[in-house]
Antibody
Framework: QVQLQQWGAGLLKPSETLSLTCAVFGGPFSGYYWNWIRQAPGKGLEWVGEIYHSGSTNYNPSLKSRVTISVDTSKNEFSLELTSVTAADTAVYYC??????????????WGQGTLVTVSS | DIQMTQSPSTLSASVGDRVTITCRASQSISPWLAWYQQKPGKAPKLLIYKASTLEDGVPPRFSGSRSETEFTLTISSLQPDDFATYYCQQYSDYPWMFGQGTKVEI
């Protein structure tokens, strides 16, 4: 069974860099897009960006200038960095898998979520 | 960006009710729409993809349909476990966008 396990710092000060990592267990790493999605407290879901196992990335234009997603295929892990955070970046961040190909599905497996709070 | 407009934002229902949630895309997304269920403190769960295909393990009381750019999630007979928030999401074009969510409450 595919499992995504994520971790990272949960409390940041304004202007610091958010850093999260997601590890994939129990399934193939190749052939999928690996995503970050966030949810501000009491709000809806916002797609942050994604990376293919080859390293190709796509980012939400609203965050593109501050986001970097990287991959370590030797560990089946991918990571998110978001620079210059503000209180508006306070959210639960989820990692998720997106199936592509002839019958794409959307996000079929999700991590447990990490609450990141930005406060001085 | 393709905007997803979901309605209603809140829905009050009882066990056994038939429930319908609508999601409208601002432009054509073909069938590339997914529905998710989210419970408090949990990650979303994929229910339906490609507008009407049920994800493995999802009860058949859930169904999805499409008419042009309007998509519908139907729960045929609401069960206690179904009280949650539901989101639609388009995956036709970047950036992937979600609807605002529909909270189904008692």
């Amino acid at each position: 069974q595919v499992q995504l396990q994520q971790w990272g710092a949960g409390l940041l000060k304004p202007s610091e860099t958010l850093s999260l990592t997601c590890a994939v267990f129990g399934g193939p790493f190749s052939g999928y897009y690996w995503n970050w999605i966030r949810q501000a407290p009491g709000k809806g879901l916002e797609w942050v960006g994604e990376i293919y196992h080859s390293g190709s990335t796509n980012y939400n234009p609203s965050l593109k200038s501050r986001v970097t997603i990287s991959v370590d295929t030797s560990k089946n892990e991918f990571s998110l960095e978001l620079t210059s955070v503000t209180a508006a970046d306070t959210a639960v961040y989820y990692c998720a898998r997106r199936k592509m190909g002839l019958n794409p599905k959307g996000f079929d497996y999700w991590g447990q979520g990490t609450l990141v709070t930005v406060s001085s | 960006d393709i905007q997803m407009t979901q309605s209603p934002s809140t829905l009050s229902a009882s066990v056994g009710d038939r429930v319908t949630i609508t999601c409208r895309a601002s432009q054509s997304i073909s069938p590339w729409l997914a529905w998710y269920q989210q419970k408090p403190g949990k990650a979303p769960k994929l229910l339906i993809y490609k507008a009407s295909t049920l994800e493995d393990g999802v009860p058949p009381r859930f169904s999805g349909s499409r008419s042009e750019t309007e998509f519908t999630l139907t729960i045929s007979s609401l069960q206690p476990d179904d009280f949650a928030t539901y989101y639609c999401q388009q995956y036709s074009d970047y950036p992937w966008m979600f609807g605002q969510g529909t909270k189904v409450e008692i």
